[in-house]
């Protein structure tokens, strides 16, 4: 999958789709609860919050902090292991899947504009 985009172009894409995410009411999120929903909707599960805090090369107070706006919004929801209940996995769920796809979409969408324009 190769690009051929110079920086300008590529921040001109996403600052198109966060204007159009924040246009449709969509979520409000930070870079880092951002990014975190990312890993875990785009990296293979299982995840656990030590195993996303070394993915990400974050400590695990702010993957936490991250984690609990993403579960306010339902973009992601927590369970305990069945296999070792002192670790909790990080699951998507339909909410988050569909905030990616979508905003996924808007990126096209500003990729194909710029193409036109």
Known sequence: MAFDL??????????????ESVRNDGPD?????MALLLTVYLIPQ????RGLAAAMNVSKPAITRALDRLTELG?????????DR????????????VFLR????LIVAAGKAADQG
């Open 86 to 97: 002192r670790s909790v996995l990080v699951q998507r769920t339909v909410k988050g899947s």
């Open 75 to 83: 973009m992601i929801k927590r369970k305990v292991d069945e296999s």
């Open 6 to 19: 110079s920086a300008v172009q590529s921040l001109h894409l996403w600052q198109h789709a966060v204007l």
């Open 46 to 49: 299982p995840h656990t919050v």
């Open 29 to 33: 999120l930070s870079a880092r609860q």
């Open 102 to 105: 979508e905003f996924g979409e």
